[in-house]
């Protein structure tokens, strides 16, 4: 059984940093590409980070380009997600995920696995 646990949100600051973790479990990780969405109140799930498998390659949305940073620790099963200088519009409830293909990183219904969240708020 595949789970992905989220963790490090919380309320911050505008301008503030947090590190939100995923745990994966039930899967070979380095098979798989990770990826970072979030799902503002009323809005629809968007793309925010991606990792090929290997994670040679990273992806971003352009709002959040230079401010976070996507990583992963192939050994302990992780992927991060670095956010710096966040902005009020950047709260949502932060989703990973785990894509098993290699292309369609920014597309939500590409992947297969989803956590069940971590709530992120910044407060202007």
């Known amino acids: 059984q595949v789970e992905l646990v989220e963790s490090g949100g919380g309320l911050v600051q505008a301008g503030g940093s947090l590190r939100l973790s995923c745990g994966a479990s039930?899967?070979?990780?380095?098979?798989?590409?990770m990826g970072w969405f979030r799902q503002a109140p009323g809005k629809e799930r968007e793309f925010v980070a991606a990792d090929s498998r290997s994670g040679g390659s990273t992806y971003y949305t352009g709002s959040v380009k230079g401010r976070f940073t996507i990583s992963r620790d192939n050994a302990k099963n992780t992927v991060y997600l670095q956010m710096n200088s966040l902005k009020p519009e950047d709260t949502a409830v932060y989703y990973c995920a785990a894509h098993g293909g290699s292309s369609y990183y920014t597309v939500s219904r590409a992947y297969d696995y989803w956590g069940q969240g971590t709530q992120v708020t910044v407060s202007s």
């Open positions: 039930g899967l070979t990780f380095s098979r798989y590409a």
